[in-house]
């Protein structure tokens, strides 16, 4: 991979966990749309969401149920071909992490078009 695509990768991946961050509902659906396909599906162990809305209503439960939470890469994206996977973590901010995780995504037209998540780590009843 050039320069060029790595640096587009961690900008993709940078918008992503500024996704999962974002508490104003408006930005963060234009993050979204920045970054996600139209058609993008989100899947892991817990939870899943279809579309931009989909997405959207998932993020901002977990925000809700979660809050102060604060999402960090913890390793960078690797990328083969139009398939990426990269690590998270997350917890309350200034803390250190409660929960962690991989995630695996392919792109379509430089924006990610499914996510699948897996928890790597996280305490009992967390979830």
Known sequence: MDNAAASNIAVIVDRYIAIWNETDAAVRR???SQTMAEDVRYRDPLMQGEGHDGVDGMIAAVQQKFPGFVFRLSRAAETVED???FSWEAGPDGAAALVGGTDFATLAGGRLRAVT????????GLA
């Open 30 to 32: 234009g993050l979204i």
């Open 117 to 124: 998540g897996f928890i790597d780590f996280a305490p009992d």
């Open 83 to 85: 398939r990426l996977r």
